[in-house]
């Protein structure tokens, strides 16, 4: 078992008022390094699937507007549809109780309930995770898929440099038809 995360995404302190709190999705993606706050999935590949989430559900806020970014997390479409207006607690300002809730993705504990198996796959490590995986359904096959597309797309840059050392023209050729092709239909899959 691995860290479920290399970091905790960290929202500026923006308090510019906007009209929409879509017009804050440019912020959201830089502070959470494009990353799902919820499922650490990166957005490269699947860009447009990224939306918006409200840390408290929209239907629980009293004080908090819904175009506050301090309630705001960079979340992939599955993580957001998931997660839904699931508040246990009901109340805006208590956002978990007795092992069931959430806890927002940027605050450090959020990446202590969860583990990541060396496969990639994204399993909990205490009640709250249990709860907040089950609730975000982080079992779904495409976090392990993209967090494993991700460590090769690292793995095959790291290659590519040390393929300048290799003597063999037929292999570093070969190598290189397979790393273009590998980088081209990757970027394929984030054109919509
Ligand atoms: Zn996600």
Not at 8 to 26: E, G
Not at 41 to 47: G, K, L, Q, Y
Not at 70 to 79: D, K, W
């Amino acid at each position: 078992m691995i860290p479920f995360r290399k970091e905790t995404p960290k929202r500026r302190d923006i308090k510019t008022v906007v009209k929409r709190y879509s017009d804050h999705k440019n912020d959201l993606k830089e502070d959470f390094k494009c990353r799902c706050g919820y499922c650490s999935d990166i957005d490269i590949w699947r860009t447009t699937w990224f939306e918006i989430d409200h840390f408290v559900p929209q239907k629980y806020l009293k004080n908090i507007k819904d175009t506050d970014y301090s309630n705001l997390v960079y979340s992939c479409r599955s993580c957001n549809n998931s997660k839904r207006a699931h508040w246990p607690t009901g109340n805006e300002s208590v956002h978990n109780q007795e092992d069931e809730g959430f806890i927002d993705p940027c605050n450090d504990e959020y990446g202590l309930q969860f583990l990541r198996g060396l496969d990639g796959k994204i399993t909990y490590s205490t009640k709250l995770g249990k709860w907040m995986f089950y609730k975000l359904k982080l079992h779904k096959p495409q976090h392990e898929v993209i967090w494993n597309i991700e460590e090769t797309y690292n793995l095959i840059n790291e290659c590519k440099e040390v393929l300048k050392e290799i003597d063999s023209p037929e292999i570093k050729d070969r190598l290189l038809t397979l790393y273009d092709k590998y980088v081209e239909y990757t970027l394929k899959l984030s054109e919509n």
